[in-house]
């Protein structure tokens, strides 16, 4: 029975929502797949009602243990969409990692972040994490739901979180993460990407530190700030 299926439809620009609605009956009988790879960049004319179809197929497949979904630039993607997503994600008890990249929807909105924070709570066996949402409609708003998500996540060992050109995240945002970071007393590797959110200053870094002092278990640390006003007392 299959257990990997890797999809790259990238730039295919006629692909719509009714392409998704045929893979959603391709995917639902295939219910011992373990990794999942669909990647849709720059697929302009799916939407929301993508997603509804993607979500049916990934309730079904419960044994996934790796799943990656790229819709970089599918500017019809808003958050209703992660609502979408979210159900399908509920039911991946057995998900031990999780690539999402959405860069470019601007039509997600801290609302997509409350949705997704839903999704997450109930992975209590995701170990990686990675999250791309540069450039989308995010304020500090959406970092409180993240936190919320991630302080359910005590098994991660690693996380990546994509925030550049989210210039409506400020200071404030990086307190929220650093609260969310508490509870992750097993992460070892972490990777911070708030690079353009000009917001963001010599007192984020303080947040950013505390943070940091709290994750014991880190062995590699990345962090990209270019563009903000952070001074050399940073």
């Not at 990794?35 to 990934?58: Q, R, V, Y």
């Not at 962090?223 to 952070?230: A, E, K, N, T």
Request: glycine share 8%.
């Amino acid at each position: 029975s299959l257990q990997y299926l890797y999809l790259d439809f990238d730039s295919s620009f006629i692909l719509s929502d009714g392409g998704l609605g045929h893979l959603k009956n391709g995917l639902t009988p295939f219910t011992s797949l373990q990794h999942l790879f669909i990647n849709f960049p720059f697929c302009m004319d799916i939407s929301d009602e993508g997603l509804s179809h993607l979500k049916t197929a990934l309730i079904s497949l419960i044994n996934l243990k790796h799943l990656s979904l790229n819709f970089g630039q599918c500017h019809r993607i808003s958050s209703e969409g992660l609502g979408h997503l979210k159900t399908g994600l509920i039911s991946l008890k057995s998900l031990q990692y999780l690539d999402l990249r959405f860069y470019h929807c601007d039509s997600i909105s801290n609302e997509g972040l409350s949705h997704l924070k839903t999704g997450l709570t109930s992975l209590n066996s995701l170990q990686d994490l990675s999250i791309d949402f540069s450039s989308c409609n995010l304020s500090d708003s959406g970092l409180v739901h993240l936190k919320d998500g991630l302080r359910s996540l005590t098994s991660l060992q690693r996380l990546l979180l994509n925030f550049e050109w989210c210039v409506m995240i400020s200071d404030e945002g990086h307190k929220q993460i650093k609260n969310g970071f508490v509870p992750l007393a097993s992460l070892k590797h972490l990777h911070l990407n708030f690079s353009q959110c000009s917001r963001i200053s010599n007192q984020g870094l303080k947040h950013l530190k505390d943070a940091l002092l709290s994750l014991t278990s880190l062995q590699s640390l990345s962090l990209i700030l270019r563009g903000g006003v952070i001074s050399d007392e940073g």
